[in-house]
């Protein structure tokens, strides 16, 4: 019974991390229809990408991989990336390695840079 909680705790961080691309996507579209918002998507995106570098990954990817291995031990993440290892799974595509991390790094320095530029009046 215990090893369901282990279950319960990676689907929840799931959720979160699902929840959390869609505040960093969302936001960037966001930013240019509610220019209030702007400072805010800053935060979000510049804390997700100084965790990301500070820790060299996403630390819910690897809290939610801790806990699908204590639940399921073959469980592991395809490139240690939550992105790759769920694009593969629902679409069935397999990712090579680190194109989605590419992208992944592309979105942010975009969404930065445009809320940089927004924050500004350039755009």
């Known amino acids: 019974m215990a090893k369901f909680y282990y279950?319960?705790?990676?689907d929840f961080l799931m959720i979160v991390h699902i929840l959390w691309l869609a505040l960093l996507v969302g936001g960037t579209v966001f930013i240019f229809y509610n220019r209030w918002?702007?400072?805010y998507h800053l935060i979000l995106i510049g804390g997700t990408a100084f965790l990301n570098l500070l820790f060299r990954g996403c630390p819910l990817t690897w809290l939610e991989e801790k806990y699908r291995?204590?639940?399921d031990p073959n469980t592991f993440y395809r490139h240690n990336s939550f992105a790759a290892t769920y694009v593969e799974k629902f679409f069935g595509i397999n990712t090579e390695s680190?194109?989605?991390s590419r992208i992944q790094v592309v979105a942010k320095i975009i969404s930065f840079t445009l809320s940089i530029?927004?924050?500004?009046?350039?755009l």
């Open 117 to 122: 530029l927004l924050l500004t009046g350039v």
């Open 69 to 71: 291995r204590a639940w």
């Open 98 to 100: 680190g194109w989605v």
């Open 7 to 10: 279950k319960v705790i990676a």
């Open 37 to 39: 918002y702007i400072p």
